[in-house]
């Protein structure tokens, strides 16, 4: 326990000073490319501070020049952390409530990066800030989805449909990842991160949208819900699951 506050303080103190330097460089980088490059490191750090073991198997399926639509399954703010780091190459933006803008300091990382903010309780707003995704994707962006909604601290949440009627009407394919292991370092209920373990991330062929229409939306939902769970459901980190066939191992932290 003493050990995990400590890691917390640190976890703090590390944010505290990077998000004022990501906000400084924000305003100079329309984008937030540069931003999202500093958060990145952020992210690398922080999960090296927590002794976490991170592996990556299907990097072979995407080429980092293109755009896609990530959707995974959530179980620790951990999460977060792990993607940024497995997808190293790619520049992300994650759909996220308007609650988390509303933290103090999280909350201007998350601006200054130029996160996505949804309101769920304004219909207008949300569909304008999904309007404003649209076109970052067609400018080689990618865009990230927690389709459950919320963490689910093991068994998957049933899915929503907005990040599928999303990649429907931006033509970009759909690539499901699973993770695995983090719901053990942060649990859903924790506030203190438990030093050391393995997070494993499956990322799996891409599927196509650009012949499907809305119609499609539940069919795809279905589809890609099925492919994570055969990667999350009862496995353990290290363990290589049926769905990709090719396992592309990579390094506890980015080389790059």
């Known amino acids: 326990m003493i050990l995990g506050a400590v890691r917390l303080i640190a976890f703090t103190l590390d944010t505290v000073l990077w998000i004022p330097l990501v906000i400084l460089v924000s305003l100079c980088d329309r984008e937030a490319r540069t931003a999202f490059r500093l958060a990145r490191w952020w992210a690398w750090a922080n999960l090296k501070l927590v002794g976490a073991h991170l592996t990556v198997k299907g990097l ?17 703010n951990l999460d977060v952390l792990a993607l940024v780091v497995a997808l190293w190459d790619f520049q992300l933006r994650w759909v996220a409530k308007e609650e988390l803008f509303r933290i103090p300091l999280f ?13 769920r309780a304004d219909h207008a707003q949300a569909l304008a800030s999904l309007a404003e995704a649209t076109q970052r994707v067609h400018d ?6 927690f389709p459950e909604g919320t963490r689910s601290g093991g068994t998957m949440r049933p899915f ?12 970009a394919q759909v690539v499901p990842i699973g ?7 942060l649990p859903r209920t924790a506030w203190t991160v438990r030093r050391g373990g393995g997070i494993r991330v499956d990322i799996c062929s891409p599927i196509p949208t650009a012949e499907r229409s809305r119609e499609d939306r539940d069919a795809l939902l279905d589809e890609v819900r099925r492919v994570i769970a055969v990667r ?20 506890a932290f980015a080389r790059r």
């Open 160 to 171: 929503k449909k907005g990040a599928f009627v999303f990649a429907i009407d931006t033509g």
């Open 107 to 119: 909350g201007w990382g998350l601006r200054a990066t130029k996160q996505i903010l949804v309101n």
């Open 179 to 185: 993770i695995t292991g983090t719901e053990r370092l």
């Open 140 to 145: 080689g962006i990618s865009v990230v989805f």
């Open 232 to 251: 999350v459901e009862g496995g353990k980190v290290g363990d290589r699951g049926p769905m990709c066939a090719t396992a592309c191992q990579r390094p």
């Open 60 to 76: 072979e399926y995407l080429d980092p020049r293109q755009s896609y639509v990530f959707v995974s399954n959530h179980r620790s």
